[in-house]
């Protein structure tokens, strides 16, 4: 049931946030293969990437990392297929971040029904010594997600790729 959810989350996400993305864009982007393009073997750091960090996945095959937002120490599952940063909202509080109910403005389909999102930006994520500067996110309400998830409008923005069963990201 819960990977229905995350999965019905994600699909909602990335129908509201990519039309946006997409028209954001003036200039061609450069190929995806550029963002996952193999790395030597090794694990080591590549000469091109001065920082780097292995994630193993853990007992259920997925990954997951614990990063600073803004500061603050939170945990996150890694989610290649979530368009934004999701937050549930007692995490985002603990940033000093209350939107208002009239904020949630982002429809968001889980396995539950529709819930509505907050959009935000957060100042500052590192993850391991990776880090992103103002980072779109969505707040979302706690029991319309069960952890907090770490999407594209932070991995886009470092060099990742699945390598020997881990996942490696470069900055």
């Given amino acids: 049931m819960r990977n229905v959810m995350i999965f019905a989350f994600l699909a909602v996400v990335v129908a509201a946030v990519a039309p946006r993305y997409f028209a954001s864009i003036s200039a061609p982007a450069a190929p995806v293969a550029d963002v996952v393009t193999p790395a030597p073997a090794a694990p ?12 193993e996945p853990g007992r259920n095959g ?42 949630y403005t982002a ?10 999102g907050a959009p935000v930006e957060l100042g500052l994520v590192e993850v391991g010594s990776l880090s ?13 997600l069960g952890q907090n998830l770490l999407g594209m409008s932070f991995l886009s923005r470092v060099r990742w790729e699945h390598r020997d069963g881990r996942l490696v990201l470069e900055q």
Avoid: C, K, W
């Fill in 62 to 103: 997925h990954f997951s990392v614990a990063a600073e937002v803004d500061g603050r120490r939170m945990d996150f599952l890694i989610d290649t297929g979530a368009s934004v940063i999701a937050l549930r909202e007692q995490d985002a509080a603990r940033l000093g971040i209350h939107p208002a109910r009239r904020e």
């Fill in 132 to 144: 992103v500067r103002n980072v779109a996110a969505l707040v979302l309400p706690d029991d319309a």
């Fill in 107 to 116: 429809n968001v389909a889980t396995a539950n029904g529709v819930v509505r």
């Fill in 44 to 55: 080591a750091p590549s000469s091109t990437y001065g920082r780097n960090m292995t994630i």
